[in-house]
């Protein structure tokens, strides 16, 4: 029998679970299909070409590494028109690397999932520069479920201890659905919830930490989110 942990804190805000149930998807089912890639080209397909970092597909996968002269992480910026959704996706680590997705709306970084070898985390992100940014150019701040209080700092909703090994595929599922988010990787899943997460959605990105390392992308496939009863 499969066993399920399940872990409530702070009246039922943070909860996580240390091994799959019956399915994959732990807050929704498949809908349509939004995008997929599998980098059959030799070229960064045109929809992973904005960004910064040193990136390129090397044997039909997507390497990412980061750069000193960048003075920020290595990442590839997707828009897509999306809400709820399902983010799949195989990875790997080299050297020092780590990994983000991030779910974002307009400038503002909504909310992200972060993979270290030895962890897995679920964040809410400060919003405040960003979305005072979009204020002074009359940018659309979408549904502000936090009514303006944009000042919260960057923290982990919930986490995971994992034991990655350098150089083995992973396969990643991250669902975002209204207020929770849902990290698997592993047989390990990390599941968070921040009323903030409920903000509109246009686009996400892959992010690549370590200037020692890479991070190995293959197999990129988004789908609507269904939430489950």
């Not at 597909?57 to 390497?63: E, H, P, Q, S």
């Not at 779910?103 to 919003?127: C, M, P, R, T």
């Not at 944009?150 to 090994?165: C, P, R, V």
Request: net charge neutral; charged share 30%; aromatic share 10%.
């Amino acid at each position: 029998m499969i066993k399920k942990i399940l872990l409530i804190v702070s009246a039922g805000l943070l909860f996580c679970s240390t091994s799959y149930g019956k399915s994959k998807y732990q807050l929704s089912k498949p809908g349509k299909l939004l995008l997929k890639e599998d980098f059959g080209s030799a070229e960064l397909p045109e929809h992973f070409r904005e960004g910064a970092g040193a990136w390129k597909i090397v044997d039909g996968t997507l390497r990412g590494r980061q750069r000193a002269e960048d003075n920020h992480t290595a990442f590839r910026k997707i828009y897509l028109d999306h809400y709820n959704a399902i983010y799949e996706y195989d990875m790997k680590m080299e050297g020092d690397g780590f990994t983000r997705l991030m779910i974002n709306w307009d400038l503002v970084h909504v909310s992200k999932g972060e993979i270290h070898y030895d962890k897995a985390q679920v964040f809410k992100i400060k919003e405040k520069g960003k979305r005072e940014q979009m204020a002074r150019q009359n940018r659309d701040q979408g549904l502000d479920p936090l009514q303006g209080n944009y000042d919260e700092a960057t923290h982990a909703i919930n986490e995971i201890s994992l034991n990655l090994k350098e150089g083995e595929w992973y396969h990643v599922v991250f669902e975002s659905v209204g207020d929770r988010l849902s990290l698997q990787i592993d047989g390990k899943i990390v599941i968070g919830q921040h009323i903030g997460l409920t903000e509109k959605k246009d686009n996400f990105g892959f992010q690549a930490g370590g200037l020692e390392g890479y991070v190995f992308i293959d197999n990129v496939l988004v789908r609507e989110a269904i939430p489950l009863p």
